[in-house]
């Protein structure tokens, strides 16, 4: 007679078993991954990457299972099981850069497993075990943080079924074997894991092997493989991998000679003339870790609607009655959080986004203001008047403002439409951007008077944050004639106990890293800097160089930030920006001070061409602001000027919407604290 309490005991027992030993399998890798986040790949990294990969599936079932198929049903119900079973694929990565890249698994996968041993009503035990497997498509994004060799991957699961056995045993009866029936021919779930890439293969060597240890957590969310039931399992995965890639064959630059250089023009070592390509570093002299920021933030006088709706879009704050009493434009001002990086900027689209209640609050503020409303939409104008009655209204509703205070009219295009006769390219971007309604008046309580009686801004807001990491923190690598030679360069930076920090590949003239990402935890420090660029015809040149890092930590400095905004594809109307630039900006500018001039363009138009327009609108300003420090006899101010076109790395805002790529066509003025 069988003991079914120690039975239950033991089963119990195994169930757990297997459960913690795959969890500390899972556990072993995150645990050896940490100890190596932080280590750099040391060696040259081939862009492809093909293998095999062999592991172990932990499966675990749950849910209720007990009609098996057609003719067969247990007379007692299974639960739980568990089960080890293999795994093999034939993998594929691909790794632009030692941060982010992909990968794709197609793989034998086998979800087999013993159900919990149950007792049929003869107080008989019962097994039943399965060898159900599939064939899986596993694509991942894969991501090496600090670009170590301890990497994370996520991704779906797409698996076809192959086997559907099942194998049914119940003491004193006869085994019963078949195929589960109902099984589902297609599952689509999803999977995570970790792995280390471990190299086994001379650092010198073109062909680069691996082994890589990997654990994975495959979800049982979506994968119920049969159609009936409520049977479902998931995976904890172990194995490892085999990878191997080759790294582009490069010629020895000290043996070959440049057949497109002229005989009169002396050849350097690496096979390029010498005054082709120069390399030079900017350093800071110090690096704030913590900055003031008084921020003037232009505001658009535009409201964008979606395509296809007249409705007044869910991003833009939309106030009750009773909330807007209460409302008041400082509001905006004091809640800001402590965060100003230098990049995409959510805060500040916030402000924006009360674009109306702004203009509420402004005209309650002041009675004697009063606006014209111009929609502008690409079906019709009646459709475009529509957008602007329904401003209208929420400015009467909301704010309470008097409707003869509010014109409203309705055209097909704007006054200065982004889409230009002729242009083909990315329409449905340009289209969305002339797709508003825009806000004119003057009353200079409401709109910002810079040339003329009417702009295309409202007064600006102010805005006092922190700065993180600001622009003249970084350390800037430049490359003269990069863009026109090098097919990519890279930096190596080396610091006095022989530590190499590498970054790159970029195609531009000039790249720039955040001082204190190159410090680290140190506050000071000492480098030595190796460019390494590649030719179009294969080629490599190096540089040297070499700079000195710092750290402060002065909360009591206060920067000044200005922006001005231009229209598609615009660069001259700087000129309407004068008077603000010589009235407002140039006298905050402290003698022997330092102003960084950056300016952006959209996503929208060819990368070249973006770059070079956001270089004419910062050296437009500068040129502006300075004829105006001469006039006021300012000396000894010191300019940095970029141009990062379209940049999204250093672009203020996103490119989702079109009032984000509007605030990208800008140029941004910061004015530095003397130090």
Not at 17 to 36: D, H, M, N, W
Not at 615 to 640: D, S, W
Request: net charge positive; hydrophobic share 35%.
């Amino acid at each position: 007679m069988i003991n079914t309490t120690n039975y239950k005991k033991d089963t119990m027992s195994f169930n757990h078993t297997a459960k913690r030993k795959s969890l500390v399998i899972l556990l072993l890798f995150v645990l050896t991954g940490i100890t190596s986040y932080g280590q750099e790949v040391k060696t040259a990294q081939p862009a492809w990457w093909f293998g095999v990969s062999a592991a172990a599936n932990f499966n675990f079932y749950r849910g209720t299972t007990q009609m098996l198929n057609a003719d067969v049903s247990t007379p007692t119900a299974f639960h739980k099981g568990n089960g080890v079973k293999p795994y093999i694929s034939l993998l594929t990565e691909y790794r632009p850069n030692k941060v982010i890249g992909g990968m794709l698994n197609i793989a034998y996968d086998n979800r087999g497993a013993k159900f919990k041993t149950v007792m049929a009503p003869c107080d008989c035990p019962a097994d039943l075990t399965t060898n159900i497997s599939y064939i899986a498509i596993e694509p991942s994004l894969r991501i090496a943080p600090l670009a170590s060799s301890f990497y994370v991957f996520v991704g779906p699961t797409l698996s076809f079924n192959m086997s559907k056995a099942f194998t049914y045993k119940q003491e004193k009866q006869t085994d019963k074997k078949g195929d589960w029936s109902d099984v589902r021919k297609t599952v689509f779930s999803g999977q995570a894991g970790a792995g280390i890439d471990i190299p086994v293969s001379s650092a010198k060597s073109a062909t680069q092997m691996t082994l890589s240890p990997f654990a994975s957590f495959q979800t049982d969310f979506g994968h119920e493989p049969r159609s009936t039931g409520s049977w479902s399992f998931y995976t904890v995965r172990a194995g490892i991998a085999f990878k191997f890639g080759k790294i582009k064959k490069q010629t020895t630059p000290a043996k070959v000679t440049d057949p497109e250089t002229p005989p009169a023009v002396a050849i350097t070592p690496t096979g390029i003339t010498e005054k082709e390509v120069q390399f030079s570093v900017q350093e800071p002299k110090a690096i704030a870790l913590n900055r003031k920021v008084k921020e003037t933030f232009p505001f658009r006088n535009s409201v964008f609607f979606d395509m296809g709706s007249a409705e007044i879009p869910n991003r833009y704050v939309q106030l009750s009655k009773s909330e807007a009493v209460l409302f008041k434009e400082e509001q905006l001002q004091e809640d800001q959080p402590d965060n100003l990086s230098k990049g995409r900027s959510s805060r500040q689209l916030s402000v924006y986004h009360n674009i109306l209640n702004i203009l509420g609050d402004r005209m309650r503020t002041h009675p004697q203001s009063t606006i014209a409303l111009t929609g502008s939409s690409d079906n019709n104008p009646t459709e475009g008047r529509m957008m602007a009655e329904n401003v209208r209204q929420y400015l009467i509703t909301a704010y309470g403002i008097t409707g003869s205070r509010i014109t409203i009219a309705g055209r097909d295009k704007p006054v200065i439409p982004s889409e230009q006769p002729g242009g083909t390219k990315e329409l449905a971007l340009l289209r969305e951007g002339d797709r508003r309604v825009d806000i004119e008046s003057n009353s200079k309580e409401l709109m910002l008077q810079v040339g003329g009686n009417t702009s295309a801004f409202f007064n600006p807001v102010q805005i006092t944050a922190t700065q993180e990491n600001p622009l003249d923190s970084h350390v800037i690598f430049n490359t003269d004639g990069a863009d026109e030679l090098l097919a990519s360069w890279s930096v190596e930076i080396t610091d006095a106990q022989g530590n190499v920090q590498r970054y790159g590949p970029y195609q531009k003239d000039q790249a720039s890293v955040p001082g204190k990402t190159i410090l680290g935890a140190n506050m000071l420090g000492k480098y030595k800097i190796l460019m390494v660029g590649l030719t179009k015809s294969g080629r490599v040149v190096k540089k040297e160089s070499s700079f000195s890092l710092s750290k402060t930590n002065d909360e009591k400095q206060e920067g000044l930030r200005y922006s001005i905004l231009f229209d598609f594809d615009k660069s001259k109307t700087i000129a309407s920006y004068e008077k603000f630039l010589t009235k407002v900006v140039t006298p905050l500018i402290p003698e022997n001070g330092t102003v960084i001039i950056h300016g952006h363009t959209d996503i929208i138009g060819d990368e070249v061409h973006n770059r070079t327009l956001s270089q004419e609108r910062a050296t437009g300003v500068k040129q502006i602001i300075e004829r105006a420090l001469a006039k006021a006899g300012k000396t000894g101010v010191k300019f940095e000027l970029f141009g990062f076109g379209e940049d999204e790395s250093e672009a203020p805002f996103e490119n989702n919407l079109p009032e984000e790529r509007f605030y990208n066509r800008t140029v941004i003025i910061d004015i530095l604290p003397l130090k």
